[in-house]
């Protein structure tokens, strides 16, 4: 059964720096991993979605890395701002349907 | 303005009644969700539909029950039977199934008094 972990549980930046995230799973046979934000008490926003077969998606100052063979993706925000702060998912899609969920990394940017 | 609306966004529900939560997607979707959200973690999936008048129970589907006759809606009815309701609901949809791109309602929260 497919196990996604986030590594940190929550992190807290200055204003201005470069930071990684960290997802994990155990599977490696899927479909495609999406990165997600969630403000409190909001729904999910997509952030972005890498496929199985690429290697990295990128969206402004974020970018998604994707290495099957290790079960590991990281995000990549950079000059993070304090607009950024929010929790952050990623999503692992399995064959047949069924996203599996990590905990989630909670983000503060300090001013 | 195309999405995925979700309703009500809070709803206060005495113990032993059902309550339903609509949701309602334009995006022209196949498949959808439905996902409890509770304190500490991570996202479980109640229902999941990827066709009309067709749906599959996910890991914590006891107490839930869903319909889907029409693409654009998906209603969960949260029964008398579960145990706990009291939670963060999150509706959900995707388009291709390769791709599988997920989108997210604004979420509905439930309480139980």
């Known amino acids: 059964k497919q196990e996604v972990t986030q590594i940190p549980a929550a992190l807290s930046v200055p204003e201005g720096e470069n930071l990684v995230l960290n997802c994990s799973f155990t599977?490696?046979?899927?479909?495609?991993l999406q990165w997600f934000r969630q403000d409190p008490g909001k729904g999910l926003t997509s952030l972005l979605l890498?496929?199985?077969?690429?290697r990295e998606q990128t969206s402004g100052r974020l970018n998604a890395s994707l290495d099957k063979s290790s079960g590991r993706s990281t995000l990549y925000i950079a000059a993070s701002q304090p607009g950024d702060s929010a929790t952050y998912l990623c999503?692992?899609?399995?064959?047949?349907?069924?996203?599996?969920f990590g905990p989630g990394t909670r983000l503060s940017v300090l001013p | 303005d195309g999405g995925i609306t979700q309703s009500p966004k809070y709803l206060f529900r005495k113990e032993g009644q059902n309550v339903t939560l609509s949701c309602e997607q334009n995006?022209?979707?196949?498949?959808m969700y439905w996902y409890r959200q509770d304190p500490g973690q991570g996202l479980r999936l109640i229902y999941y539909?990827?066709?009309?008048?067709?749906?599959q129970k996910g890991d914590i589907a006891e107490g839930y029950s869903v319909s889907r006759e029409k693409k654009e809606s998906f209603p969960l009815t949260v029964t008398s039977a579960q145990k706990n309701p009291t939670a963060f609901y999150l509706c959900?949809?995707?388009?291709?199934?390769?791709?599988?791109?997920?989108?997210f309602g604004e979420g509905s929260r439930l309480t139980v008094l």
């Open positions: 959900a949809s995707g388009g291709n199934v390769n791709t599988g791109e997920l989108f």
């Open positions: 599977d490696s046979a899927i479909y495609n």
């Open positions: 890498i496929q199985s077969s690429q």
């Open positions: 999503a692992v899609n399995n064959y047949g349907q069924n996203f599996v």
């Open positions: 995006l022209n979707h196949d498949a």
């Open positions: 539909s990827q066709i009309v008048n067709d749906f």
